[in-house]
């Protein structure tokens, strides 16, 4: 399973299949991270430095977190993919193909000067989360997709 939870600085991504259940993040961030909430991460729930400090401790990895850069990642079902928004301006996008079963992710893409920001992440974070929460299968084509969910 693949979660993002973003607040106005950050978002955080959990990626289930490599939680090791140590619990560092809920010793650490109570209030953040409680393992029989619906939602089990609240990232408005303390202040953005104690989570990323909690997230960079994750000992799996299965926690990690970017800052947001003002950046906006909604999801678009009709247009089938993620953007990513500066204002109102596209920045970045990650597209995909519905078969009914699966969503096959066949691009993903970020504007060269928003490179290396985390932003390709989130948008494939998004869409999978999408897919997951409609029991969709995600079948990723396109390379990044590909390195960021079975790398
Ligand atoms: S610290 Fe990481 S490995 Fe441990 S429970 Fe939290 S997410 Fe899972």
């Not at 973003?6 to 939680?19: A, L, M, V």
């Not at 079963?101 to 494939?124: F, M, N």
Request: aromatic share 8%.
């Amino acid at each position: 399973m693949h979660r993002l939870y973003e607040n106005d600085d950050i978002t955080i991504f959990w990626d289930s299949d490599k939680c090791r259940h140590a619990k560092v993040c809920v010793h650490q961030s109570p209030k953040v991270f409680e393992k029989d909430r619906r939602q089990w991460a609240d990232p408005y729930a303390a202040p953005t430095a104690q989570i990323w400090n909690t997230v960079s401790q994750c000992p799996s990895g299965a926690l990690t977190c970017v800052y947001n850069h003002d950046i906006k990642v909604i999801f678009d079902e009709k247009r089938q993919c993620s953007l990513a928004l500066e204002g109102d301006g596209e920045v970045g996008e990650c597209c995909y193909e519905n078969d009914g079963t699966a969503w096959t992710i066949v691009h993903t893409g970020v504007l060269p000067d928003h490179e290396g920001r985390g932003i390709a992440k989130r948008l494939v974070y998004k869409v999978t989360e999408e897919a997951e929460k409609r029991k969709m299968k995600v079948i990723p084509v396109c390379s990044y997709a590909k390195k960021v969910l079975e790398g």
